[in-house]
Every structure is written in C-alpha cells, then in structure tokens.
C-alpha cells in the first residue's frame, strides 16, 4: 500500500465527520425566511443584535438537556439568539462524560464552533455520603453523577471515559475551552454587562461560584432561568426536593439569593404538563428537513412508533422555550424563595416560599399553553429553507474511537 493511500486511509474520520460542503458555521442557514415565518406566526420580536445566551447543563446523550441544547443551536442557526457558550455541571452525569456528551452532539450538528467549558462535579459544600443522608430524608433514587457522591472517584479525561464510553457515539473531535466555566462565566458578563442571559437546567454550581468570586456578578446579568424545584409537596428525588435542588442546595441557595435582576424558576408541577410523545416525532419526521430534526427522528422516533402511549418528560427544553417564546406562559406567581440547604434536614433541597414578603425575587411558571409550545418547537426544530448539504446519517458513520 502506498504511502498516499495511507494518509487518505487515516483522513476517513474526518471527512466523514465534517463532509465536504458542510460547514460548522451559521451562515449556511437562509436565516431570513425562517425568522419571517416565527416572527409572524408566534409574534417574536426580532432584534437586530442578536441577544446573547449561555446554557449550563448536567448534559448525557438524548436526554432533554439534549433536547434543550437543540432548540437553542437550532434559534442560533437561524439567527434568533447569539448562543455564546455551553457550560458543563454535574448531575445527570459527571463533568467528563457531560462533556464528550455536549462536544459530539454539537459535532453531529454541525456546530462545533459553539465554544464549550467545563465545570466541575462537586457541590458547594462537598460530597456527602449518602447512605448516611437516606436515614435522614429516606429513599433516594441514585442515579446520574448522584449514585457516586458517597464513593467519589475523579473522573476520567472526557476523551477517556472507561466504562461511561458509549461505542455509539464515540468521542469528539473537538475540545473543550481552555477557560473554566466560571472563568468564562466571569468575564463574559464582566464585557457584556446586562447582555447575558443564563439558562440554568442542572445545578446551578458554576454561577454560584461566579457569585461568590465577583459581587457584581449577578447584578451584571440580564436574566437567568432554572429548571427545578417544587412548589408544593412531593418532590422527584426525595419528598421534599426534586434532583436539581438535591444536588446542590447550597448552590441554589447564593444564586436565589444573589442580586439577579430578572430570575424566573420552573417548577416540577409545569414539567409534568409537558411530554413528548408519538405525536411530535410523526410532525419531525413530516416536516423536518433539519440536521436536528433528522437526528431526534433516527435516535428516538422508533421508540415511539413501537409503543405509541409512550410518553417522556421534557423538562429542560421547557426552560428555552420560554426564554424564546414569552406568549406560552399562561400564569405565573411571584414569591420570596430561599431553600433549605442543611444537609442534617429531612426537608434537603426543599424551596421555602413566603407569600408576604414584598421583595418578590423569582417568577414561578404555574401554567403554560403547551399546543403552542409544541407548535414552536416542531416549527422551529423543522422550518429552515436552506440546509447544509451533509446529512445527520453521514455525521453518525463514523466516530473518533478510543485510543
């Protein structure tokens, strides 16, 4: 074998994850007739400096902080939002896997030039052991980065991840930020003051941080929004709490705490309005013409069309959504929050809501018109004249295997 067929050999990967003609940048996107088309059907207001956006996310493969993270690359590619950075927080995952999880996805996207920065996987008071913590609050369901809080081992690298690789989908190529979450966090509020929206859907521990490090963090936010908490009794992960809050109650207590000009929470009692079901992947597989759409119709539309009743929650996409869609709130409440951060509680995680206090500081959704909600979705998800020339299935051919 000669030496220059070699060398095409050891090129395959690459051309077969970045393809010819496909580029990782927005420009290929008629941007125009996608926003003329939203603007008018959903009476977004369009703005010519695009607002700036970050995600920070406990992401994993498929899940809804996936789901989450394409609705925002999708309003990126047709220039709705400026979404300048996805930040990496444990939970769901560990950090590590979370961040090959967010590079390949983005990968597979086509935009890997959206920069992405790793947190880190402890809370703000450290980890805890939680065999102690179930005689306390009772049954905990371990899962996530969760189920290794009380047998911590350092993660490996996110390009060697040992038994959490997924031979499915491989590693990026890409890498992540040299910069820190809370490095980037820092300073790209510090020079763009009142421009930054954060999109908080795991633990909120890197802005938290960010809070602590500079006490004009908070203020300098323009908004952020979570995906936690519970309102009333009967939480997901304890009874009192739901997993976000568990995870770090103490991370959401500096942040609800903190001078945030606008903070809105959605509670676990709007997420269970919200499913996605055989009905939004039939629209996808209808309508869908997207990278993004084609990918949500391959990876999960089969488990829909083998069991037709099923139904998931799809929780974090929620909080995007109304960042980019105000008119889907149909009711909220202002109140006083704080939460309960003792770790010898029994009530861990749990929010305390005080109705009479004047100085309202969170937003609560308490209903959303969810026809519209997913009406936005597909249409976003789907309606983009011009496409890339490389597909969703040439991308997934090939993935970079472990050393």
């Known amino acids: 074998m000669n030496k220059h067929k070699n060398i095409f ?9 970045f393809p010819a003609g496909c580029s990782n940048q927005r420009n290929n996107f008629n941007t125009d007739a996608s926003l003329s088309y939203l603007s008018q059907t959903y009476s977004i207001n369009i703005s010519e400096e695009r607002p700036k956006v970050v995600l920070d996310t406990d992401m994993t493969f498929l899940g809804d902080d996936a789901f989450c993270l394409s609705i925002l690359v999708q309003a990126d590619n047709i220039g709705l939002i400026d979404l300048v950075g996805v930040t990496v927080t444990g939970g769901n995952s560990f950090v590590s896997v979370g961040t090959n999880a967010e590079l390949r996805q983005l990968e597979l996207w086509g935009r ?10 402890e809370p703000l008071n450290g980890f805890r052991d939680l065999e102690d913590q179930r005689q306390v609050v009772g049954s905990i369901d371990n899962w996530g980065a969760m189920a290794n809080l ?11 991840l040992g038994k959490y690789y997924e031979r499915k989908w491989g590693y990026s190529q890409a890498t992540p930020q040299e910069a820190s979450a809370v490095e980037f966090l820092l300073d790209l ?36 929004i979570y995906l936690g908490g519970i309102l009333g009794e009967g939480g997901t992960y304890t009874p009192y709490a739901d997993f976000n809050c568990f995870y770090d109650a103490t991370a959401y207590k500096v942040c609800l705490n903190a001078s945030f000009p606008k903070q809105t929470m959605i509670p676990h009692e709007v997420v ?11 629209l996808l597989e209808e309508k869908g013409t ?10 999960q539309g089969g488990l829909y069309r083998r069991n037709t009743n099923r139904k998931d929650s799809c929780a974090d996409a929620i909080a995007a959504a109304i960042y ?7 009711q909220y409440q202002n109140f006083y929050v704080d939460i309960n951060d003792d770790i010898t509680s029994a ?15 969170i937003s609560f959704i308490t209903r959303l018109d969810t026809n519209q909600y997913w009406d936005f979705i597909t249409d976003l998800l789907c309606h983009v004249s011009d496409m890339p020339d490389c597909t969703y299935g040439e991308l997934i051919s090939e993935s970079v295997s472990p050393n």
């Open 272 to 282: 269970n309005d919200v499913k996605i079901d055989k009905a939004v992947y039939d």
């Open 150 to 160: 009380d047998n911590y081992v350092e993660p490996q690298n996110f390009h060697d």
């Open 347 to 361: 009530e861990y995680g749990k929010l305390i809501l005080n109705h009479s206090d004047s100085n309202n500081n």
């Open 290 to 299: 997207t990278q993004i759409s084609r990918f949500w119709v391959d990876n």
């Open 324 to 330: 980019l869609i105000p008119s889907v709130v149909v």
């Open 112 to 121: 890997s030039d959206i920069p992405v920065y790793i947190g880190t996987d």
């Open 189 to 224: 509020v510090s020079n763009n003051k009142n421009e930054i929206t954060i999109i908080s859907v795991g633990s909120p521990i890197s802005i938290a941080l960010a809070c602590q490090q500079d006490v004009d963090f908070a203020q300098n936010v323009s908004e952020i």
């Open 9 to 17: 050999l050891l090129l395959i990967p690459f051309l077969l994850i």
